[in-house]
């Protein structure tokens, strides 16, 4: 694939296709979509999300002014208050007090926090590696989810709903024409290609670590 001439989200979206895959294949995601496990199972991957977009979120309001990372930057897509919905719905209003993230999400939440605020190339690639995840599978997850788990947009799967994003398809398309116009040389591309990558293994492994919920589910069904 010539790199001189293939658009750079292109680019992107092949060199992370594996990695991708290996994501949407773990044992925890198979279970949760086909309805496999119970509320609480359920309901720790909302607290994995909380400490990640909690970190990501806080990075992006130090590089909303940045020239490269800036255009980036859309409160359409801020998460956080609807993870803290939907906790409060989930775990009720001393969540705060009940939630411990695996050492897999902690070690996700401080890679951002490390890089994304010193590093603009590396803020886009844990930008585009979750927000861009969560307006395509995610958005078919949050299908998946509601009619499985009995949530709502409004009560715990207010995470998957983009009220201000109307139509997401036209809005993707957007966002890689922006990753496409990034004023990179091949050094700044190759740092962001390769933060995807670490991105991408960061959340492999809190997938990982959700995978025990999907043995203890199934030895309450046997039960």
């Known amino acids: 694939m010539s790199t001189t001439s293939t658009p750079f989200s292109t ?5 992370s296709w594996e990695a991708h895959q290996t994501a949407e294949s773990q044992r925890y995601v198979s279970a949760l979509v086909a309805g ?8 720790a991957l909302v607290v994995q999300h909380h400490a990640i977009y909690e970190a990501l979120e806080a990075t992006a309001d130090t590089m909303r002014h940045d020239p490269l990372a800036g255009p980036f930057v859309d409160d359409a897509l801020t998460r956080l208050p609807a993870l803290t919905t939907d906790l ?6 001393d ?3 009940r939630i411990e993230p695996a050492p897999a999400t902690i070690s996700y939440a401080a890679r951002v926090a490390e890089v ?13 590696t979750r927000y861009l995840g969560d307006l395509s599978g995610g958005l078919h997850i949050g299908r998946s ?3 499985h788990y009995g949530l709502t947009g409004d009560a715990g799967a207010a995470f998957y709903r983009f009220d ?4 997401p398809k036209a809005y993707k398309d957007a966002y890689r024409a922006r990753l496409d116009s990034l004023p990179l ?3 700044g591309r190759t740092v962001l290609l390769d933060e995807v990558l670490v991105a991408y293994r960061h959340n492999s492994a809190v997938l990982a670590a959700l995978a025990p919920l999907v043995a203890a589910n199934g030895a309450e069904a046997a039960a």
């Open 95 to 97: 969540w705060r007090q």
């Open 185 to 187: 040389d091949e050094t």
């Open 164 to 167: 201000r994003i109307t139509n």
């Open 88 to 93: 409060e719905f989930l775990l009720g209003p």
């Open 11 to 15: 680019r992107l979206r092949a060199a």
């Open 145 to 147: 989810l509601t009619r």
């Open 36 to 43: 496999d496990l119970d509320q609480a199972g359920y309901t």
């Open 116 to 128: 994304c605020t010193s590093s603009p190339a590396r803020f886009i690639a844990h930008h585009y």
